[in-house]
Nanobody, 119 residues
Framework: QVQVVESGGGLVQAGGSLRLSCAAS????????MAWYRQGPGKERELVAS????????NYAESVKGRFTISGDNAKNMLYLQMNSLKPEDTAVYYC????????????WGQGTQVTVSS
């Protein structure tokens, strides 16, 4: 059984930093993508950043480029998101996603972690 669990959210002032972590236990694929999504108040869920294995190629939303860094520990199925220079508009629930398969038929989500950036 696959479990995806996020941690590391919280309240931070604008300009501050936070690091999110995600553990995907029971997720065993050689080719897969792990990603961070977020959903702000009254907004749709959007992709923040992703990393695809085995190459480790990354992708970022334009709004976070240069401020956020996604990384992972492939052997431990861990995913991280280092968030710097946080802005109030980064306030959202952040979700970890793990997926694999030619049609992403293996798709798993965490429960989300709240990030609140005060101005």
């Amino acid at each position: 059984q696959v479990q995806v669990v996020e941690s590391g959210g919280g309240l931070v002032q604008a300009g501050g930093s936070l690091r999110l972590s995600c553990a995907a236990s029971g997720f065993r694929f050689s080719v897969y993508t792990m990603a961070w999504y977020r959903q702000g108040p009254g907004k749709e869920r959007e992709l923040v950043a992703s990393i695809t294995y085995p190459r480790g190629s990354t992708n970022y939303a334009e709004s976070v480029k240069g401020r956020f860094t996604i990384s992972g520990d492939n052997a431990k199925n861990m995913l991280y998101l280092q968030m710097n220079s946080l802005k109030p508009e980064d306030t959202a629930v952040y979700y970890c996603n793990a997926r694999s398969g030619p049609f992403n038929e293996y798709m798993y989500w965490g429960q989300g972690t709240q990030v609140t950036v005060s101005s």
